[in-house]
């Protein structure tokens, strides 16, 4: 069974850091490109950034871009986003998905394409 288990979300002040994590259980795991996006309420949901299945290849979206790093472990099938400079905008559910391709390819900022999502941690950022 396919489970992706987000953590590290929590209340945080502007200007700060978090790193969150993401768990996955999806056969193996260097053969998964793992994404990270966002959802504000009201809003559609958002890429952030997608690392490859070997972790060479990152690639950032607009929306967070110079303020995060992606990384990943393999050893430990857990993917990590490292968010610094926080801004209150910043807030909202963050979400990794899995895609069963271990190449960023061109397609990797579109939701349709990942085949396997975690159920989201809440960042909060206050002003």
């Not at 009201?42 to 871009?65: H, P």
């Not at 990797?108 to 975690?118: F, K, L, M, P």
Request: net charge positive; with cysteine; proline share 2%.
């Amino acid at each position: 069974q396919v489970q992706l288990v987000e953590s590290g979300g929590e209340l945080v002040q502007a200007g700060g850091s978090l790193r969150l994590s993401c768990v996955a259980s999806v056969g193996t795991f260097s053969r998964n490109t793992m994404g990270w996006f966002r959802q504000a309420p009201g809003k559609e949901r958002e890429f952030v950034s997608a690392i490859s299945g070997s972790g060479v290849a990152t690639v950032d979206g607009d929306s967070m871009k110079g303020r995060t790093t992606t990384s990943r472990d393999n050893a430990k099938n857990t993917v990590y986003l490292r968010m610094n400079a926080l801004k209150p905008e910043d807030t909202a559910v963050y979400y990794c998905a899995a895609r069963k391709n271990p190449y960023i390819g061109s397609s990797y900022n579109q939701a349709s394409e990942y085949d396997y999502w975690g159920q989201g941690t809440q960042v909060t950022v206050s002003s």
